[in-house]
């Protein structure tokens, strides 16, 4: 690869500068010229054709249009500020309209001169209008070098320094004219012929400078194959090395702290999956190496009273114990669950979060550091320098992905050796996307329900379903069961959705004068809100009116309905993961998903739908997917990954990623020793990639 020049500081290249080379750097992370060419175009749009005004109707995607603009007028004032323009190209007239960058748009454009137009035209009565179009000068748009315009991420920074997606295409096109030679190959002759891959300069190229559609799927694989395929193999090497390497304590002994619980304390039989999970675990922990398993599990399917027993293991075989949980909330529910539990057993469990302070702090630490503190249950706080083990061998982190790599690492400083370790999740992972979220961690699933629990009724109504709603609500309650009201509360319209729980607290005490109403959200007081939290526990309170807050860490077997208001304004996981708040008892359970709007979008019908169909974790999480995209678990997996994906989709392309799994695999297999000539190209490939980056791949 002519490193001389793509690993050039981006400053020194034509049309950068100091000044655009430190945004470039501060807001995409493009610090040299081997950066910009791997920051790849978002979208492509076809600039070959040119509307007129006369030919805009209503549906039409995004139009180009040719004209000039014949006067600007301001509006509003604050936020309802906005600058219009008029545009007209002979046939008629449209507005243009920006709510954002005002100061801008107004130096850069003027009237009477000719403007070449890209946006989505929507009517309003008689007239178009475009928002925030993308704008260039007609005379610089007849030099497009390509038909096929790509379009790069600018963010509101880059825009202020006067970046555009326009200005990015011509830097990368200044960086290929830099370019003596063609960019040396990162892949061996062998996998690109085996896998029908285009050359890697090509490829780059064509990224940008696609000749027609039909160019760019060819060389979009050859460079998504490639970033899987590092991927990949840097998760396999990982995971063998430490297969290899990672001693782990022996834990041989099954004893009194085990059988005594499971024959005298566990208050429920266990699943037959929790039982083979048991069983995984603990053959795990008499192997000899140090066990990193992620255990999988749905809302309500058992996960802590398995990780509870695998504790007890560790207490037998003369180790202590913790769990580590993201939110005070869900530690202090972890230790009042495993607290009642091991009542009786002799077994002592503290709680230590930042809550823990002074005098119930102390004795806490002093437990831990003499071994009488035999399960710590806690936060981040668990790997404060303070907290001295003195015996820890194995450790729980629950909803791992909350947690930075550099936080987990710590825990392992807690011994001489490292503990085992067992990552808990609620959040189903499709199975194509956990191979790379959890590459190097073996997996277990609890794939059943306890006995006795019956399958969440999932129902869907309207806002003209009111009466029959509160008549289901009232049943319930007359019953003796409780019901959660849970409203969206989404930062952009915070006040808004404030005011409309507090409007559903105020309607749920008048149609409900029998029963106490009770009310919690994130934005109360933490006193407050736990104040709340305890006397719906108690049954103090009967309907609870709640935010999301009650998403994770509450376990109330007697609420058997979960109202959710506005469900279209929730995604799928969340709706799956508020369902699970109910359905933890015996009796049979409801979540109903209210939607007010009238006419709801397709995707929000499919949505909704689902929801109703099923309570399988697994086949929500796979339609979460195929709606949204991989969403909020792309973006976990992307915090955890060795190297950031600038150009691959870790669901999308799945099936390219097994692909480039198999040849990772074959490679390690072929070349333990990375001693072939024909492998060279690769291994040095991996060690540019992974310069600078610090290893913390034998943290699970």
């Known amino acids: 690869m002519p490193t001389d020049v793509l690993s050039l500081d981006i400053q020194y290249l034509k049309g950068v500068g100091p000044m655009r080379a430190a945004t470039l750097q501060r807001e995409i992370e493009v610090r040299t010229v081997g950066d910009l060419l791997y920051n790849f175009p978002y979208k492509y749009v076809d600039r070959s054709r040119i509307h007129t005004v006369a030919q805009l109707a209503d549906d039409m995607p995004q139009v180009q249009l040719r004209g000039q603009i014949l006067d600007f007028e301001k509006e509003g004032a604050g936020t309802k500020r906005r600058l219009r323009a008029y545009f007209s190209d002979g046939t008629g007239v ?30 309003f009565g008689r007239r178009f209008s475009i928002v925030h179009p993308e704008m260039e000068k007609a005379e610089e748009a007849d030099n497009h070098p390509t038909p096929l315009q790509p379009f790069y991420t600018v963010t509101d920074g880059m825009k202020r320094s006067g970046i555009t997606s326009r200005t990015v295409q011509k830097l990368v096109r200044n960086a290929f004219d830099t370019l003596r030679s063609r960019i040396d190959e990162t892949l061996p002759l062998y996998i690109i012929t085996e896998h029908g891959l285009a050359p890697l300069h090509d490829a780059l190229f064509t990224a940008h400078f696609p000749e027609n559609s039909m160019a760019l799927p060819e060389a979009r694989r050859r460079l998504k194959f490639e970033e899987l395929f590092y991927l990949q193999l840097d998760i396999l090497s990982n995971a063998a090395r430490r297969r290899q390497e990672a001693a782990g304590f022996v834990f041989t002994h099954v004893g009194d702290a085990f059988n005594g619980f499971y024959r005298y304390h566990l208050p429920f039989a266990l699943t037959g999956a929790q039982k083979r999970v048991i069983r995984e675990v603990r053959q795990d922990m008499r192997s000899g190496r140090q066990m990193n398993r992620l255990l999988q599990g749905d809302v309500g399917s058992g996960k802590t009273v398995v990780a509870l027993m695998c504790c007890l293991l560790a207490i037998d075989n003369g180790f202590q114990a913790c769990l580590m949980a993201p939110t005070e909330i869900l530690a202090e529910q972890h230790h009042a ?6 009542d009786g057993t002799g077994i002592r469990v503290e709680l230590l979060t930042g809550s823990v302070k002074g005098a119930r702090r102390r004795p806490v630490l002093q437990g831990v550091r003499d071994g009488s503190v035999q399960i710590l249950v806690g936060t981040h706080a668990l790997i404060e320098p303070t907290v001295e083990f003195q015996n820890l061998g194995f450790v729980v982190i629950d909803e791992q992905h909350r947690f930075g790599v550099k936080q987990r690492a710590k825990l392992w400083a807690k011994n001489t050796q490292p503990p085992h370790i067992l990552v808990m999740t609620a959040t189903p992972i499709p199975r194509t996307l956990a191979m790379t979220v959890y590459g190097d961690l073996d997996v277990s699933v609890i794939d059943e329900l306890p006995p006795g629990r019956k399958p969440i009724r999932t129902l869907h109504y309207g806002g003209r379903d009111l009466g029959r709603l509160y008549d289901g609500m009232r049943a319930e309650l007359q019953q003796g069961r409780q019901v959660y009201v849970v409203y969206p509360l989404i930062e952009e319209s915070a006040k808004s959705d404030l005011l409309a729980l507090s409007t559903g607290y105020n309607r749920l005490c008048d149609a409900f004068p029998d029963f106490r109403v009770g009310m919690v ?17 108690r049954r103090e309170t009967q309907i609870l009116v709640s935010t999301t807050v009650i998403e994770v860490g509450v376990n109330v077997p007697n609420a058997s309905v979960m ?13 799956h993961q508020l369902r699970g708040r109910v359905g933890r008892g015996a009796d049979q359970s409801f979540c109903i998903l209210v939607t007010h709007r009238p006419n709801l979008a397709e995707h929000t019908r499919r949505r909704i739908g689902v ?6 974790g697994f086949r929500i999480a796979e339609e979460d997917m195929k709606l949204r995209g991989p969403g909020d678990i792309e973006g976990t997996a992307q915090s955890g990954l060795p190297f950031k994906l600038r150009i691959a989709n870790l669901v999308g392309d799945s099936v390219l990623m097994a692909e480039a799994r198999t040849e990772a695999a074959r490679v390690l297999h072929d070349d333990p020793q990375r001693a072939l000539p024909q492998n060279q190209v690769i291994w040095q490939q991996m060690k540019r990639l992974k310069n600078g980056v610090v290893d913390y791949s034998s943290i699970s």
């Open 611 to 616: 929801m109703c169909e099923t309570t399988d």
């Open 521 to 537: 959200h994130g934005k109360m007081k933490p006193a407050d809100k736990d104040a709340a939290m305890q006397a719906f526990i």
């Open 94 to 123: 449209v507005e243009l309209v920006w709510f954002k960058s005002i100061a801008y748009v107004e130096k850069a454009y003027k009237v009477n001169t000719p403007y070449l137009i890209l946006g989505k035209p929507q009517r």
């Open 563 to 575: 109202v959710i208001e506005e469900a279209d304004r929730f995604g799928l996981a969340q709706l």
């Open 337 to 342: 669950t495993l607290a009642r539990m091991l």
